[in-house]
């Protein structure tokens, strides 16, 4: 004869089992969907090698458990150590701590500025023709990385896509200009190129978005760095104010 479960036992077990379950969620780590939405993006930045993931905050060999390049993107969970912080990375889809000193973002954005000829990008530092990796001219922008130096800086620049190490000398800090969006309807479309055409779109931004301004040299297309989509492109000047 086959025993009844009671609506009196059933709930007993769903309260334990509810219970059971709220401990295990209290006990996980965050998943990584709810840490990329709170986390900020940051360019890992070497002149050579790659820099490594950890599972401890201590440079060890046998903590690493993943190499990240410059170019890689990763997202800053807890930026509160002095030297490693807590990252996630999505290309390897792990998280872990990495030497801050080797991340960079945005925010600590330079320009070029050079009387004449180029600057030169540089894997080591010191002033040498043999270290020279690339040119930067005036207008190109670079983003600090590690500024502990007294003349050379580590920078990550975009327009070569590598990380090396420039006299900070040669570096100026120019103003930031905020615009905010206004569009009638819909959205305004953040482009990779100065065209309109609904395959350039890499983003949506609407009313009430702000973005910073980088080059406002186009009669039509400004280029912009939204902090929100945390992408940079080009958007029609006409629906800033």
């Known amino acids: 004869?086959?025993?009844?479960?009671?609506?009196?036992?059933?709930?007993?077990?769903?309260?334990?089992?509810?219970?059971?379950?709220?401990?295990?969620?209290l006990s996980l780590p965050v998943t990584a969907q709810t840490s990329r939405a709170a986390g900020t993006s940051y360019t890992v930045t070497v002149a050579s090698g790659y820099l490594a993931l950890?599972?401890?905050?201590?440079y060890d060999d046998?903590?690493?458990?993943?190499?990240?390049?410059?170019?890689?993107?990763?997202?800053?969970?807890?930026?509160?150590?002095?030297?490693y912080w807590?990252?996630?990375?999505?290309?390897l889809?792990?998280?872990g701590y990495t030497d801050r000193r080797y991340l960079t973002n945005l925010s600590s954005e330079r320009t070029v500025s050079v009387k004449s000829g180029y600057l030169a990008l540089r894997n080591a530092k010191e002033y040498k023709a043999s270290n020279e990796i690339g040119e930067l001219y005036t207008g190109d922008k670079v983003q600090i990385a590690d500024?502990?130096?007294?003349?050379?800086?580590?920078?990550?620049?975009?327009?070569?896509?590598?990380?090396?190490?420039?006299d900070k000398n040669y570096l100026i800090k120019e103003e930031t200009v905020t615009k905010t969006v206004k569009?009638?309807?819909?959205?305004?479309?953040?482009?990779?190129?100065?065209?309109?055409?609904s395959a350039n779109e890499i983003g949506q931004?609407?009313?009430?978005?702000?973005?910073?301004?980088?080059?406002?040299?186009?009669?039509?297309?400004?280029?912009?760095?939204?902090?929100?989509?945390?992408?940079?492109?080009?958007?029609?000047?006409?629906?800033?104010?």
């Open 1 to 25: 004869m086959k025993k009844r479960f009671s609506t009196t036992h059933r709930t007993d077990f769903m309260k334990k089992f509810l219970a059971v379950l709220m401990v295990l969620a």
């Open 54 to 58: 950890r599972n401890a905050k201590a």
């Open 62 to 83: 046998a903590n690493e458990i993943g190499k990240l390049y410059t170019g890689d993107t990763v997202e800053v969970q807890d930026s509160s150590g002095s030297t």
């Open 86 to 91: 807590y990252v996630y990375s999505s290309k």
């Open 93 to 95: 889809n792990k998280y």
């Open 147 to 166: 500024a502990s130096d007294s003349t050379y800086w580590l920078v990550f620049a975009p327009g070569l896509y590598k990380g090396g190490y420039v």
């Open 183 to 197: 569009v009638e309807s819909g959205y305004l479309a953040l482009r990779n190129a100065m065209a309109y055409d």
């Open 205 to 241: 931004l609407n009313t009430g978005d702000t973005v910073q301004v980088k080059d406002s040299s186009g009669k039509t297309y400004w280029y912009v760095y939204s902090s929100r989509l945390g992408k940079s492109g080009y958007v029609n000047k006409n629906y800033l104010q």
